[in-house]
């Protein structure tokens, strides 16, 4: 078993020799580094990146993000998902503007009340921009430790994220947190990965318990499977001379406020004809004189816990729809869209 107090070294000199030169480690200005970690929670660093700089160049001052209007930010944040973030990073700018003059707080207690700030990125900023001495325990983080210290308790339960918490601040190099924490993640994404981690070229395959008890598979352990949802998504594309009609998805589900095609969602796959008799499609459609296309464009969509099978349904319908937004068919990229459009409107 690797020794407690050589832990933080033997991690940092690793570090130092292996880091990845990104943008975000070579500045100290909270509001950027807050940046950095909203964009890279569930998201890889290569597709991170761009999104990184897109939002620094837009908005080099987090009250410039505060003026923002929130459509364009979720312009901006297109294709990322988990658009919540995005909602909660204005949400949250617009707090540091009202309740700290536009200056981000340095203290964890502060950091803690903006809005989309847990534990994670409060002890990030809070020991990335300021040093202090929090340990930050991420998904890399969580497995590294669960497998050098073949730690059973499951990282979505409370006690074991309790657990893990305190193991890491115990590890933590308290005069250095900013470079043992980043070491830490650096480890877990580049060689303690996920599947077939680095193992025969590891500091720690000396002391690695799960690597000696030949269990690395088996670590970090959860205690619930995800369940996948499926849905049924048949988007109308009407067309109206050069025009077409969108609405806002202002229900509290996936893809909130950003724009779609008329939506009727189903239990099952419709075919054109159970698609004219649901009662959405007699609620859109007052009149007879549509014209329904029975081709239709099919595409699956995944997300993290759905998967949702889309129709584009081609129809023709001179008739005004008051519930609808009329807009020029070439205009609809200008909106905030869900990937799944993105990706019917390339194709
Ligand atoms: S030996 Fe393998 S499993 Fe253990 S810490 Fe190193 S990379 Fe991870």
Excluded at 38 to 45: S, W
Aim: aromatic content about 12%.
């Amino acid at each position: 078993m690797v020794k407690m107090k050589l832990f933080s070294k033997k991690i940092c000199d690793w570090y130092q020799l292996n880091k990845r030169d990104l943008p975000w480690r070579n500045v100290n200005d909270p509001y950027k580094i807050w940046l950095s970690e909203i964009i890279l929670q569930q998201t890889r660093v290569n597709q991170g990146l761009e999104y990184y700089h897109k939002f620094v160049e837009h908005y080099p001052t987090v009250e410039m993000l505060a003026k923002a209007n929130e459509e364009q930010i979720l312009k901006l944040w297109q294709g990322l998902g988990y658009y919540s973030r995005a909602r909660n990073l204005h949400k949250a700018a617009k707090q540091v503007v009202a309740e700290h003059k536009g200056k981000f707080p340095s203290e964890y207690n502060d950091l803690i009340k903006l809005k989309g700030v847990g534990v994670y990125t409060a002890s990030a900023i809070a020991s990335f921009a300021y040093n202090k001495a929090y340990a930050v325990v991420d998904g890399n983080v969580y497995r590294v430790l669960s497998r050098i210290f073949a730690i059973d308790a499951p990282i979505d339960s409370l006690e074991g994220k309790k657990y893990f918490q305190e193991l890491a601040s115990q590890l933590l190099n308290k005069s250095d947190s900013s470079t043992h924490n980043q070491a830490m993640m650096e480890f877990g994404a580049m060689y303690c990965i996920p599947s077939n981690p680095n193992c025969s070229n590891c500091i720690f395959q000396n002391d690695c318990m799960a690597l000696l008890k030949n269990k690395v598979s088996d670590f970090p352990v959860k205690s619930k499977k995800t369940k996948q949802a499926i849905r049924y998504f048949n988007y109308l594309v009407i067309h109206q001379k050069n025009n077409t009609f969108i609405e806002k998805r202002i229900e509290k589900d996936i893809w909130h406020n950003l724009y779609q095609f008329p939506l009727i969602e189903s239990d099952t796959l419709l075919d054109s004809k159970k698609l004219i008799k649901h009662k959405r499609w007699k609620s859109i459609f007052k009149k007879d004189d549509f014209d329904l296309n029975k081709e239709y464009t099919e595409m699956k969509h995944l997300l993290t816990h759905q998967i949702i099978y889309a129709r584009f349904w081609n129809v023709k319908y001179e008739e005004v729809l008051t519930q609808y937004l009329l807009i020029k068919r070439l205009e609809m990229n200008n909106y905030p869209l869900p990937r799944l459009i993105e990706r019917f409107l390339e194709a």
